[in-house]
C-alpha cells in the first residue's frame, strides 16, 4: 500500500488532482504539488487503510443502457446549469433539457458548497424524463456516506456517475466547513464500480504535471473507470494527441467526452477565465465577445468544435460546459440549442 503525503491538504494517494496551477503550486497551498516530481502511483486494489477493495459488480439497468446507446452513436452531455438548493430552477432547466440531450452531468456548482444529496437532486432531475449523470466528489463525505450515495444513485437509475476527488473546501463560499477527502477520486472509481455503475473520471491534460496524465488516468481505468470527461485543453489536437496515448493502452476503455464550452456573454466567458487550468483556442473567447450577437456566435463555435471533436477515433460523445450565476435558464436554453443544431441528443 503506499503511503498519503502527509504534504496534500486533500491526503489524496492517487495524485495529482485537476486543481495544480501552471505554475505548479497546489491548488490551495503556497507550495508546489507534492506530486509533481514523483513518479505515478499505481493502483493497488487496496485501499488506504490496508482493505482490498471491493470487486466491479453487475451493471445496473441504467447503466447497461448507457453503454448500449454510445455503441450505437456518439452522445451529448451537458452541464447542468440550476441553481444550487432551488426546485424552481431545476425544474425550469430539465424542462428545456429533457428530449434535447442524453443525459446532464449534475456535479459541484462553480462556487455553491451547499447543495441537495447527489442521489436526491438525481431524482429531481430524472422526475423530469432527463437522464442524470451524477458527480460525486470526495471533499463532503467519507466512505461510509459515499458508498450510501452510490448504492441511492444505483436504486435511482442514473446513467453515469463522475467521480472526482473535489475542489478543496477552501475555495468556493464555505471556506468554514471542514474537508473530509477520506477518499479520492481513483478509490472512488472502485466503490462506483462494484455499485454496478458505469463511472467516469475526468483528466486535464493542460494540467501540471503533464506527463502524468496520462499514465494517471491509466489507473483510474485499473480501477475501474469506464469513461474520462477530458477537461478543457486547448482545442482538438491536444485533446487528440490525449486521446492517442491514452486509447493506444487502455483499449477497455469505453471513451472520451471532451468538454466543449458554451459562451454567451461576458460573464460567462469570465467565469472560464477563472479556472486556472483551463486552456481554450486561440481566439475563442475574443471571437464570441467582439460578435454582434455574443450568443449566437457562442453556440455556432460550440457546434463547430463539437463536431471536430466527434471526428476523432475513441471520442464517443461531447460535454457542453459553462453557465454562470442568474443565468441558469439562458445557458440551458444555449446548450440545448447547440444539441439541437448537432442532430445528436435525446
Known amino acids: 500500500m503506499t503511503a498519503v503525503s502527509p504534504a496534500c491538504p486533500k491526503t489524496m494517494e492517487y495524485g495529482p488532482c485537476g486543481g495544480v496551477a501552471v505554475d505548479g503550486t497546489c491548488e490551495v497551498a503556497d507550495h508546489r504539488c507534492v506530486f509533481l516530481d514523483a513518479a505515478t502511483v499505481e493502483w493497488s486494489g487496496i485501499d488506504r487503510d490496508g482493505t482490498r477493495m471491493p470487486r466491479p459488480g453487475e451493471r445496473t439497468a441504467a447503466a447497461r443502457a448507457m453503454r448500449d446507446l454510445i455503441a450505437t452513436r456518439p452522445i451529448v452531455v451537458t452541464d447542468f446549469p440550476a441553481r444550487a438548493l432551488s426546485l424552481a430552477s431545476i425544474d425550469e432547466c430539465a424542462q428545456a433539457l429533457a428530449g434535447r440531450v442524453d443525459a446532464v452531468l449534475a456535479g459541484d456548482a462553480g462556487t455553491a458548497r451547499v447543495q441537495f444529496p447527489p442521489a436526491y437532486r438525481a431524482s429531481l432531475v430524472q422526475r423530469r424524463g432527463l ?94 473507470a469506464d469513461v474520462c470527461f477530458v477537461n478543457h485543453a486547448g482545442g482538438v489536437e491536444p485533446v487528440r494527441r490525449f486521446v492517442d496515448e491514452v486509447g493506444s493502452q487502455h483499449t477497455e476503455l469505453a471513451g472520451f467526452i471532451p468538454c466543449v464550452p458554451v459562451v454567451t456573454d461576458r460573464g460567462s466567458a469570465e467565469l472560464l477565465a477563472s479556472f486556472t487550468t483551463l486552456v481554450l483556442p486561440d481566439g475563442f473567447i475574443d471571437r464570441i465577445l467582439s460578435a454582434r450577437d455574443p450568443e449566437a456566435e457562442g453556440i455556432a463555435l460550440a457546434v463547430a468544435l463539437s463536431e471536430q471533436f466527434l471526428e476523432i477515433p475513441g471520442v464517443i460523445g461531447i460535454n457542453l460546459s459553462g453557465g454562470r450565476d442568474g443565468g441558469e435558464m439562458r445557458f440551458a436554453t444555449a446548450m440545448a440549442t447547440t444539441a439541437d443544431r448537432l442532430g445528436l441528443g435525446g
Do not use: I, Y
Open 131 to 224: 437522464p442524470v449523470w451524477a458527480g460525486l466528489n470526495m471533499r463532503d463525505r467519507n466512505r461510509v456516506a459515499v458508498e450510501g450515495e452510490l448504492a441511492a444513485l444505483a436504486v435511482e437509475g442514473v446513467a453515469g456517475v463522475h467521480c472526482v476527488t473535489g475542489d478543496h473546501t477552501l475555495t468556493g463560499h464555505r471556506p468554514d466547513a471542514a474537508p473530509v477527502f477520506d477518499l479520492d477520486s481513483t478509490e472512488a472509481v472502485s466503490l462506483a464500480r462494484a455499485a454496478g455503475h458505469l463511472v467516469s473520471v475526468a483528466e486535464s491534460p493542460a494540467a501540471p504535471p503533464t506527463a502524468q496524465r496520462a499514465p494517471r488516468l491509466g489507473e483510474k481505468v485499473r480501477a475501474g
